[in-house]
């Protein structure tokens, strides 16, 4: 080991604090390991160093320090330098030259040191499993997770296999021309013999459709049992935007199920909720605190809870729900399992669908979806090994809303599939959904057209900014409206500012949200479109950067900010935001209110997740960059809905190189999994 960084806790400690100086690390991340110095002082440096990293792995998104990676390959495994770092002017150590000369069976001698460290016997603050370190409270949140889902798939509820046959034929009568096998009925039939179960699929392939015909399948059955009770239910989602966007999709989804075929169709209509709450409205927040009023000694009074995007649902977050639950009551998770993880530690969906592509179903579950679906698997999906939770996941397989002949449809795909072949066929064949802007070539300026006006063209073009900001100006109404005429003009704003959104992989520089939303609100102030470029102004977009209970807004909210109509003109300003509840009411905030905001004419594609814009334009920064992967792309891809714009600000080297790399979240969730 390097003794410039080893000779003793002080040295080591001075380092810490340099990095953190320089935002290599958090003050927290230091904090931690001088408290556990200072408490401990005959702790070995490697010790406190292997601290300080767990640490500072939880706030990139990892549940724990992977000792064998970090040695494999410092600068990747920790992100260090982070991104935007400039180390010429005062050179700091990195990671590969602190590390050098550390072996794996060093460091692991290091940290057997049982006032600090353990293998999750007593109260230690770490805790190792193999080459794997946890803080504590995060070690014991996956230890939950995976006990709540492992019990839940130990007890399957009984189910009547006759009537269950009979409700699935009635919901998902023969299609004649329908992809085959029929996932989304296959998904319903796994999802309702198991108390834990995924529906996994990519835009379009109908998870709200599967699951609202799920909870059809489950009332039905609940309706005519012994007890003739509908069944509680509850929907839920991480964000306010998923929750409003869920909330839309599932009511009108139940509107037009067929239910005529079933004896008490309407009431089971009645019994299928169609409003939607946030996770944490639903788990009842607490200010300040990291704690809910629904835990598992207040659980939740329900029988079936439904999250959908739950891809961005965090470890922490999901040891909560499990907690909150009843014993018997079933967990069904939604979400595109390609998509980032949560931005927080964990990437619990990810993990719990890394085998969904491939099946693993067992020759049992095959026969018996055979029996009550009359659905064939396929053979490639059949594994005599299948582990429990294998039976617990359904993919869906078929896009309806992007067909064969989509660019969108086909670029996510390539991308997903890491084909960087597929990528350039995707963009070279000149699709009408795919725009791609090449920088060097067309320059800035075509940027500041396509941010501001969008793609022109015939009656239904791709928007750019400056239609919401049409709607904001045009249809204000006139001064006396009543709160009902605001909260509709409002609405229209919100809907507006919807079709377009840019999306960016990095914060700091110029191709980051910090750079680009300074440059695009001059951009759009020299075209008269903004009365300001900075400050608070009509117009400006707004995104939530904390939870903010006290407000009932949480972290991923975006807002609009409106002048009140006066008498003479302009009135207050206030921030017109979605009510959140599902509901489609506006939530009004003082502008001096919001405490944790940002403007957003740039978004990261992070913060984008539960979101979707008929537009959708990503730029790519000029170089490649550790945040840069296939997931990340794809997901800014799956943004679009209709049209999507990619914008290369240096070659196409940078997107081919991040379809190549892939988020590796450090986890030991599925260890050993039976």
């Known amino acids: 080991m390097n003794p410039a960084f080893f000779s003793d806790n002080t040295a080591l400690l001075a380092l810490l604090e340099r990095w953190a100086e320089h935002g290599w690390l958090r003050a927290l991340d230091v904090a931690f390991a001088s408290f556990l110095a200072r408490e401990t002082p005959d702790a070995p440096p490697l010790l406190i160093l292997a601290a300080a990293l767990a640490s500072h792995q939880l706030g990139r998104g990892h549940a724990c320090l992977d000792l064998a990676h970090t040695l494999a390959d410092p600068g990747f495994a920790l992100s260090l330098p982070p991104e935007g770092a400039d180390n010429s002017a005062e050179p700091l150590p990195l990671p590969a030259v602190v590390l050098d000369g550390v072996n794996l069976a060093g460091w692991q001698q290091a940290l057997q040191h049982p006032p600090l460290v353990s293998d999750g016997a007593g109260d230690t603050p770490l805790v190792r499993v193999g080459n794997r370190l946890y803080l504590r409270r995060y070690w014991q949140y996956e230890q ?63 998870k709200t459709t599967t699951v609202v015909r799920l909870l059809a399948v489950l ?110 009551a079933r967990l069904v998770l939604l979400g595109d399992k390609d998509q980032l993880a949560s931005v927080e ?44 939770i294998d039976q617990a996941v359904a993919m869906l397989r078929h896009s ?10 086909q670029l996510a795909a390539a991308v997903n599939a890491g084909s960087v072949d597929g990528v350039r066929r995707a963009l070279a ?54 709160q009902a005429g605001l ?19 990095l914060r700091r520089g110029p191709w980051g949200v910090e750079g680009l939303n300074r440059r695009i609100a001059g951009w759009l102030h020299d075209a008269g479109l903004i009365g ?3 400050g608070w102004y009509t117009g400006r977009p707004v995104l939530v950067t904390r939870n903010d209970y006290g407000l009932g807004l949480m972290n991923g909210d975006i807002g609009i900010t409106l002048a009140l109509p006066g008498p003479d003109g302009d009135g207050p300003l206030r921030v017109a935001f979605p009510a959140g509840d599902g509901s489609g009411g ?36 000029e170089r490649l960059n550790p945040i840069l992967t296939r997931e990340l792309v794809y997901t800014g891809i799956t943004r679009a809905k209709r049209w999507f714009s990619l914008v290369e600000a240096g070659s196409a080297a940078v997107l081919e190189q991040a379809v190549g790399r892939r988020v590796l979240r450090v986890s030991g969730l599925m260890e050993g999994a039976a």
Not at 350 to 371: F, I, K, M, N, P
Not at 464 to 478: E, I, M, N, S, T
Not at 490 to 505: I, K, N, S
């Open 532 to 534: 300001a470029a900075e």
């Open 586 to 621: 506006i939530k009004w905030v003082q502008p001096s209110r919001l405490q944790a905001i940002e403007t957003v004419y740039a978004l990261t594609v992070h913060k984008s997740q539960g979101s979707e814009f008929t537009h959708t334009a990503m730029a790519l920064p």
């Open 487 to 505: 909260d509709a003009w409002a609405a229209r704003v919100l809907a507006a500012h919807g079709q377009f959104q840019l999306l960016c992989a």
């Open 429 to 482: 064949h000149g699709h009408a959904d795919l725009t791609r802007l090449a920088l060097a070539d067309v320059g800035e300026g075509a940027l500041r057209r396509l941010v501001i006006d969008g793609i022109p063209g015939g009656k239904e073009s791709p928007q750019g900014y400056r239609h919401y900001l049409d709607v904001v100006r045009k249809q204000r109404p006139p001064a006396g409206t009543d």
């Open 400 to 409: 309806y809303r992007f067909g064969d002949s989509s660019g969108i449809g």
């Open 219 to 328: 009332q039905a059955l609940a309706i005519a049992g012994s007890d003739a009770r509908p069944l509680r239910i509850r929907l839920a989602a991480p964000t306010g935007k998923a929750a409003a966007r869920l909330n839309e999709s599932i009511a009108g989804a139940v509107a037009k199920l067929d239910l005529a075929g079933l004896p008490d169709g309407e009431a089971v209509r009645v019994a299928i909720p169609v409003e939607v709450t946030t996770l944490h409205r639903l788990l009842g927040s607490r200010p300040d605190t990291r704690h809910f009023r629904h835990h598992a000694g207040n659980p939740l009074p329900v029988d079936v809870l439904v999250v959908d995007e739950a891809s961005m649902v965090d470890l922490e977050m999901m040891a909560a729900v499990l907690a909150a639950l009843p014993p018997g």
């Open 345 to 388: 530690a964990g990437a619990v969906l990810g993990e719990l669908c890394r085998r969904a592509q491939q099946g693993h179903y067992t020759a049992d579950s095959v026969a018996w979806l055979a029996g009550v679906t009359g659905e064939q698997v396929g053979a490639e999906l059949i594994d005599p090994a299948g582990r429990p």
């Open 144 to 206: 939950s997770v995976r006990a709540g889902i492992d019990a839940r798939l130990a007890a399957p509820p009984a189910l009547p296999e006759a009537a269950l046959r009979g409700v699935l034929g009635v919901l998902f009568p023969p299609a004649g021309q329908g992809p085959k096998p029929d996932w989304q009925k296959l998904a319903c039939a796994l999802a309702a013999r198991s108390a834990f179960a995924i529906v996994t699929g990519g835009p379009g392939t109908g």
